[in-house]
Structures are given as structure tokens and as C-alpha cells.
């Protein structure tokens, strides 16, 4: 997988992931991102935003877990090594 390129999250796993960490912050988890006071203040100190900054930077330290049609789990990342997998061997 290309740097460039960035996995792709339906809205309703995004929403959860923003929803999950934003709870995290507000609970007083420590940033993940060097936020400084401005970028801080431009947030007014909102969870929400500060959780979508951290999604923007594709830093969350958040799993979703896909289920499939026959009752196993993959994660995105194993998705992504299947995908790599294919792309090498062609």
C-alpha cells in the first residue's frame, strides 16, 4: 500500500471512530497529536474536533473489525495485506 493512499472507512465506522475517541478525550485520555494551545483554542477544547484532527492525521488508535458472510472477523489492516499479497505475486 502506497503512502499516498489511505484506507477507506464507510461513514458509519468513521463516525464510531471520531464518537469512540472523542469520549476517550473528554475521559482525559492524552493526545496523540502535538497540539499546541492555538490549535487548542481554534478547537475550543471540543473532543469532537480534536478527535476528527487526529482521524485527519490517521493516527486514532482505534481497529474496526468487519465481519463476513461466514461469521469470521478481518481487520482493515488484514484486508490490506491480502490486497498487497495479490499485487506482489502478479
Same mark, same amino acid.
Given at each position: 500500500?502506497?503512502?499516498?493512499? %489511505?484506507?477507506?472507512?464507510? %461513514? ?10 472523542? *469520549? ?8 496523540? #497529536? ?15 474536533? #480534536? ?8 493516527? *486514532? ?6 465481519? *463476513? ?22
Amino acid at each position: 500500500m502506497s503512502e499516498t493512499e %489511505k484506507i477507506k472507512y464507510t %461513514k458509519y465506522e468513521k463516525a464510531r471512530m471520531i464518537g469512540a475517541r472523542a *469520549l476517550q478525550l473528554s475521559m482525559g485520555a492524552p493526545f496523540i #497529536l502535538k497540539i499546541g494551545e492555538k490549535e487548542l483554542k481554534e478547537a475550543k477544547y471540543n473532543p469532537i474536533k #480534536l478527535a476528527t484532527m487526529e482521524y485527519d492525521k490517521d493516527v *486514532l488508535p482505534i481497529t474496526i473489525h468487519r465481519p *463476513l458472510p461466514d461469521t469470521r472477523k478481518k481487520t482493515k489492516r488484514e484486508e490490506e495485506e491480502e490486497k498487497e499479497e495479490k499485487e506482489s505475486k502478479e
